[in-house]
C-alpha cells in the first residue's frame, strides 16, 4: 500500500471551541490506484488531504505513507519527503508569475538541489508529458487555465513522486478544459501513476476507479466505481 491510514482522529481548537474535523478514519490506497475523495464543504475531506500530503499533522492514530510512519517523522526529513515522494496539484495551479512554464515546473528540484541540467531535462519531459512541449518559455499570464493546470500537473510529477494529490484539479476550468486535464490523468494513471484526488463534481468522481464519501469527518462509503467515465471519448 503506498498509504494506510488506521483510526485517525484530527481536533482543531480555537480557545475552548474544538471540532473534530476527523473521526476514527481508516482506508488505504494501493500502488496504482485512482480514488476520488467527496464530501460537502467541512466534511474533513481538505483536512484528510492535508494530512496525506504532510502539510498537516493529525492527533492520534496512524499514517504510513510508503511504508513509512509519518508520526515519526518531523522538520527537515518531513519536508524532504513531501517534496521527493507527493505531488501536489491544486485548484488555483499555484503558479510563480514571474516564472516562465519551464521555471515553474523545475521548482521541486530546485528546492531538492538537483544539477541544473538534470533539473532542465526532467522538467522538459514533464511538460511533454502533459502536452506542453511547445509552451516552454510561456509565463503564466500567457496560458489559459487548461494549460496553467497542466504546468501544474508537470510539476508535480518531475521528481517522480510516489503519489499525486489533486485538489479539485478542475475547479476553476471550463468543461472542455476539465475533461483534457481527466485526459491527462486517466493515461498518468495507465502509465502507473497512482492518484488521489478531492472533488465536489460527481461527474469528474465518476473518471476515477474507486470514490470515498466523507461526512462530518467520518467515511460514509467506499465504493468501485463500476464504468469509469473516459475523458475524451466522442459520442
Do not use: W
Not at 79 to 104: C, D, E, H, M, T
Amino acid at each position: 500500500m503506498i498509504i494506510q491510514i488506521e483510526s485517525l482522529n484530527k481536533i482543531y481548537r480555537n480557545g475552548a471551541i474544538e471540532v473534530t474535523a476527523l473521526r476514527d478514519v481508516g482506508f488505504s490506497v494501493g500502488l496504482g490506484e485512482f480514488v476520488s475523495i467527496m464530501g460537502q464543504s467541512g466534511s474533513g475531506k481538505s483536512t484528510l488531504m492535508n494530512i496525506l500530503g504532510c502539510l498537516d499533522n493529525f492527533n492520534s492514530g496512524k499514517y504510513f505513507l510508503d511504508g513509512e510512519d509519518v508520526s515519526l517523522i518531523k522538520g527537515k526529513k518531513l519536508a524532504q519527503i513531501r517534496n521527493q515522494k507527493i505531488g501536489f496539484v491544486f485548484q488555483s495551479y499555484n503558479l510563480l508569475p514571474r516564472l516562465n512554464a519551464l521555471q515553474n515546473v523545475e521548482l521541486p528540484m530546485l528546492y531538492a538541489e538537483v544539477r541544473r541540467k538534470k533539473r532542465r531535462a526532467a522538467s522538459l519531459e514533464a511538460l511533454d508529458r502533459v502536452g506542453l512541449g511547445d509552451r516552454v518559455h510561456h509565463k503564466p499570464a500567457e496560458l489559459s487555465g487548461g494549460q496553467k493546470q497542466r504546468v501544474a500537473i508537470a510539476r508535480a510529477l518531475v521528481n517522480n513522486p510516489a503519489i499525486l494529490l489533486a485538489d479539485e484539479p478542475t475547479g476553476n476550468l471550463d468543461s472542455q478544459s476539465g475533461d483534457e486535464i481527466m485526459t491527462i490523468f486517466q493515461r498518468l494513471n495507465r502509465e502507473g501513476v497512482t492518484i488521489v484526488m478531492v472533488t465536489h463534481e460527481p461527474d469528474i468522481a465518476n473518471h476515477t476507479n474507486r470514490i470515498v464519501a466523507f461526512k462530518d469527518g467520518r467515511i460514509i462509503s467506499d465504493e468501485p466505481v463500476k464504468n469509469p467515465i473516459t475523458a475524451g471519448a466522442t459520442g
